[in-house]
């Protein structure tokens, strides 16, 4: 695999060298969208949880993902439903 680098959300690039550089780069982009997944979750703790299994996130990084669960999930209204 060539130098690849690529742009990943919120501006961070990433230089992708190897297949284990493209996982990474991967396992980043999917952390990041994690975050914003979870603010617009109906069931965020659900979705930590799961998504963290699937990240395989040690207990240091789960500590540092916690404070982007809500501690109340996203209420859908009838509005957004029907539109």
Known sequence: MGHIAR???A???FRICSEQDF?????????SY?????K????????????SEGL???PRFKSLMEPFV?????QVSA?????
Do not use: C, V
Request: aromatic residues 6%; without cysteine; glycine residues 2%.
């Open 79 to 83: 509005e957004s439903i029907s539109a």
């Open 23 to 31: 996982d990474h780069a991967l396992w980043l982009m999917r952390l």
């Open 56 to 58: 395989r996130l040690n």
């Open 34 to 38: 994690l975050r914003y997944a979870l």
């Open 7 to 9: 742009s990943l959300p």
């Open 70 to 74: 809500p501690k109340t999930a996203k």
């Open 11 to 13: 501006g961070i690039t």
């Open 40 to 51: 617009t979750s109906t069931e965020p703790r659900k979705l930590f949880e799961q998504s």
